[in-house]
Structure formats: structure tokens, C-alpha cells
């Protein structure tokens, strides 16, 4: 499949602010299962940044807006291609993928995958009580994930704005609504907690002619786990269904923190903040170039 | 004076077993015979007015009230002979380099963790280890500008290495206080002494700074960045700052615009070259780190990634000196450098391990059980003298979270005579030594040493009762 983004973002200020430095991380991954064709950035007014990659391998980008302004809007479009033969339904475990599963060196390598952090720290108790049948109903770690997947879309109401940014797996767990972060957070938790690395994936979706899909306002957010043998493999949870290539992949970390789209300090009053995501299907499956 | 005084079954750095004084210690020894009580008791006394005088205070942070007071001081210097801090010299050089190595290694390839020398896990997610510091290139690979590394000598009289101190290591001030104390109230104590001075320390200290500033500037803007007055260790940061002759600075002074640290000062912004920082990580710059501090600076790690500014230390030096990776500094030393390391570690148990957990539980009563995020001697068990009722907190906290603590044997610290008034009593001490890394390594002749005036206490923090004495190294 072959994709068009267009993403509008816009800040207006009450009154005229200064010294704003701001972060974005807005360019599609470009690697083996997706293809970044281009990115293109506008600023206005128009401002200079700077780029960087972090240590999750994320395009970062700085940028500078000095002088006086009411208003900031940020123009990002980008074409990508995603390879639709790259991704798998099943995947059947040998002996072999199980004890390279259970290895200290798998376990070691994917370390940062496996952390509590902030957004998903939830009590041990919990959740062993969450899915020890799953863990146990599981002929391999695959079909586990699929089972929490599906238990946390059937749990889970969608609903936006009963939570915030701050919102972590814990108290979303509380609440059993929220929207694609909180239902992320908590599939986090719950891989984690058996051994599984995960990490949280922002991105967007592209839902076309099938509305079902949730998550088309703004940017999405699902989690992708690591198998042996496998690469990273995406699951949705907030529609319960494999991250394949209906899901533009545009930053990955061990939870929210590392992944914020937008982040800026500026001086001055209070800002509002309006974003518009557009993506268009150009061609269909397309085979990518790599 | 002595007569009452009792080695025990420590080490004692001025007395040995049958009393008699070690050589170096002799004149010393001699001259405090020759002195009648009331002179002594009235000096002590007239040394404690004189740090009130001049305002050298420390805060101790406590739940209800914080409060300031002086560090006590006792006149019985720490001295350490030419040749055995020679070889001290040699392995502090030697630590601080592999550490430095070890930094950049971590922020950058990994290596040490690929080739599995340390387990990748416990420095990834240790909370000291900062991702946004990856692959930044540090101005001549200097993580490290200051370290303060806490030695102590056990009962064979053998310094170990208990603490390396990599982030803001503080107590330089105090080193020049004592020695400036002593020598207006104690002049006569260093008569037929020939000991290191301490009078061009800053000139070296300033050099090292000016040799990392980034792209090679000559004669670089150097400043001290300060949480403020309010920060327990503001004494340290205003008296360097005013000893080295650089601005002494806080967040809401500087800015940061195109990649480039400014300072405001009353003819506009002056570009700023070298930060030595006393803020911690995370308060450094809210765009990328915790994001209401309002000590840092809004853009300073882009300025730093941009290699604008050098920071120092360096951000993210917190996965070195953690005390669950001290237990692999040896192994450090000899994976970076190929070499032995010349001073030892104190023996560690890792709680995660099953086994080792195992055998602390069982031994809490005999060992000092520390938590790995923790400092300043906070949160710290130290069995024999513990109550079972705090033992019983201890093991439910360890049985919680085992990763957060580290065990080590009850180390018999080395001890020194302490003023009572009356007569001496052995005290336990322990010194901070600094090294200082810039073109060149250069370590402080001495350091702070430290000690624990609380009797039979081992805890030599002054946030905890601990006082301070000079410290001498001889030159023949």
C-alpha cells in the first residue's frame, strides 16, 4: 500500500509568545517492512530546526520559533509505502523458539522492553490474575498476545477524553475506558509482566472505506512485540486486530515518554492546540522497492 | 592524653596497637603531649566559632523542619604519607579512566554490554541511564570532569574504594576551610611538617576546564550552574565559583537559541562555552527531561548534541557510579585498560540473585544492606547495630523489590583520635578523594576526610552526625 500524510498542526495563542523551542517526531520509520518516500516539513512562520536521531532510532526534530508570534502552524507530509507481504497472521513456535523464548540472552537483549516504566507499572497481583488463563490456554507467547489483545478491546470502552496524556495503565485499568494510548499501556503491562518485550508504537491508521476502525482523528497508538526468530510484530487493541499495513509506523519506545509527538516550552500564555491528520490510500498494494 | 586510649581491634591511623605513634605521626604525637588541656579545649572551641563565622553551613533535609548547621571539625589531621598516596594516586587515575571509558561506551556502541561482561539489563534500565544522551560527542570524550571517590581502609589497614561519585560530588569548599581553620588556630601543628599545599589547585581545576570546552575555544566562558541558594550545597557551589573566577549562574540566566547557550548579562547575551552544572539530570532542561523543572534550561541538550556547549559533568553519569554497577568496576578496569585494578572494591551481594538473597536474608544482623537508588547515607541498614523490628522492615523491602538493594560485609573502618575535652576517643573515618580530568588527570592532594563523631558510629555523612578533619599529605 502506498500512502499520502498530511498532518496540519496549529498552535494559536492567547497572547503573542517568544522563545519557543519545540520537538517533533513525525517521520514515518523508514525500514525493511515500510518505506518513507519522502517527508516534507513547513513551518510558519518560517523557523529553523535541526535533526537528530534518538536511541531508539526515532527522527527528531528541533526547532526554534524566537521572535514574537500568535500563532505557530506545522505542515508535515510525507508518502510511504508498506510492503503487505512482510507481516504474519500465525506463527508457529518449535522447541527451539521456545527455549530461545526462556534464554537469558533474549531476555537480556530486550531489556528496555521489559521495563516498568511510569505508564505501565501495575501490580504483580494483578496481573497474574489478568491472564493466567490466557498464559496458560497459550500454546506459545504469539497466541497469548492475540488472547490480550482481543481481552483488552472486549474490556475496554472507547471513549475520548475520560483520560489524558498522563493516564497510566493502572488507572486506566480502573476505569476500563480510555482511548488507543490507554488500551497501549496496558497490552504493555501485560506482555511485559510474561517476559514478552514490547514497546509502544505511535503512528497513524488508515481506516478508508471500513469506519469500524477507531483512531482516524489524530495520530494512533498500538504496541509491537518482539518473537524470536520474528521481527517486531504489531498488534491493535484498540480494534483487535493485527498492526499490518493499515498502520503507518512514525515512532517506537518503551511507553509514551519516549515517543511524544509534539513537545515545546515557550514564554508566554496559554496556548491552543488543533491538529488535522489526512491519509490517503494512492495506489494499492504496491510492492516496495526495498 | 593517650593514655586512656584504646586501639581496639581497628585499624588506627595515628596509634598502633601498643600505643606508640606510626613515624609519621610522631612530631604530631609530641606536640600535642607538650600542650597543656585548656589551650586545646579553648582552640577546639575557638576552630568550631570559626566556621560558624564565616557561614559554612550545610542543610539536613528533614520531614518537618530543615535546618543549617556547621559541620563539626577536629583537629587531629588525617595524614597520609608521600609514597602510600603515590600509589593511591595511581589507582584513583586508573578508575576514573575506566569509568570515563565505560560512559562513553554505554552511550555510544555498547560494546561491554555485547561482549556480556555486565548484564545489558541492569544498565538499561537502571534510572540513571539516560537514552537522550546517546551518541552525543562529548568534547574530548570527557564524561567524567570531577569525580569524588569515597575510600575507606579496613582493619588490615588496605584502601578500598566504597562510593564512586560521578554526578556533583560536593565537599571541595570544605577541604580549603579546614585546611584555612587549622592553620589560623593550629600554626604550630604544622611546624616540622612538610605537606602539600593547596594553594594552586584552582588554577589546575580551571585549566581541566578550559581543555573540554567544545571545538577547542581558547579562553572559553565558563560557568557554574546552581539550583540556588537554597540548595544544600550552595557554600560549595559559590565558593568555586568565586575561587575559579567563573560566573556563578542559574537557569533563569541562561537561554538557549539556535543550538547556542547564552548568558544574559547587562551588555546583552555572551555566548557560554563550559557548564559546570551542579543541577542533577533531571532537572536540566524541561524540554527533555522533567518537564515543570524550573532550575534548567529549556534546550540545553540540544545545544549540547549540537557540540555548542560542554556540560560537565556529564549528563547521564549516574549508570556508572550506581551501586549495583560499582560490584563491576574491576572488571571495567580490566576490560578497558588491560590492567589489575590497584585499588579494591569492597565485597558486594547482589539481592536479585537467588542464592546470594538467600544468605543476606539469613544474615542481616551482620551485614549493610544499602538500596541501590539511594545516597547520602539514607535508607541504609547496618545489622549489628540495628533492632530486629528495623531488620523486619528491611526484609519485607528487599522481599518486594530485591533488585533495589545491595548487601556488603560490616566493613571495620579505620580510625583516628578525636577531641573529647577530657581525653581522645577513636573515631571512623573515611576520605573523599577528587580526581580532576581534563588534558591531563590530576588528583586533589588529600581530599575531605570525614568522620563519624557519634560513638562507635560508622556513618560518617554530616547529614548524619559526621564531622570533618584535615587532611595532610606528606611531601618527603
Redesign the interface.
Known sequence: MKYKVTQNTHYRYEHSVS?S?N?IRLKPIDDVKQECLSFKKEFSPDV?S?T?????GNHVE?F?A?EDHNELLLVTTSEVIIDPYAFINTLSFSPQMHDAFRSTSF???Y??F??KTYYTTLDDEICEQLTVDFWNQSPNPFEYVKLVNKYIYDTFTYQPGSTTVQTTAAEALAKKEGVCQDYTNLMLALCRYRGIPARYVSGYLYVGENSAMRGDSATHAWVEVKMPTAGWIGFDPTNNVLAQDQHIRVAVGRDYA?IVPL???YHGGIQHLDVKVSVHAIEENVKSMK | MFKTYKTESFFDEMLQQQGQPRSHYQVLYNRLASLPHDELQNRHEAAQQNFLRQGITFTVYHENQDSERTIPFDFIPNIIPKDEWQNLEKGLIQRVKALNLFLDDIYNSQQILKDGLI???LV??CSHFY??V??IKVPRRNHIFMAGVDLIKDDQGEFRVLEDNLRNPSGLSYVFQNRYVMRQIFPDFFQDYDINSLENQFSHIHEALSSIAPNGVSNPNIVLLTPGVYNSAYFDHSFIAQQLGIELVEGRDL?????TVYMKTTRGLRRVDVIYRRIDDDYLD???FL?DSMLGV??LM?AY??GNVTISNGVGNGVADDKAIYHYVPSMIRYYLGEEPLIKNVETYFLRDPEQRQYVLANLDKLVVKQTNASGGYNMLIGPQSTSEIREIFRKKIQQNPANFIAQPVIKLSRLPVFRGENFSGCHIDLRAFVFNGEHPHVFPGGLTRVALKEGSLIVNSSQGGGAKDTWVTQD
Not at chain 1, 52 to 56: I, L, V
Not at chain 2, 255 to 259: H, Q, S
Open positions: 522563545q523551542i520537538q529553523p535541526y537528530y536521531y534518538d536511541y531508539w528541533t526554534y524566537w531476555q537480556q537483549q531489556a528496555e521489559l521495563m519516549d513537545k515545546g516550552i | 548484564p545489558r539489563d538499561v534500565t537514552p537522550q546517546t551518541k537561554l538557549v537559541r539556535d543550538r524541561p524540554l527533555e518537564p529549556a534546550g540540544d548534541r549540537a
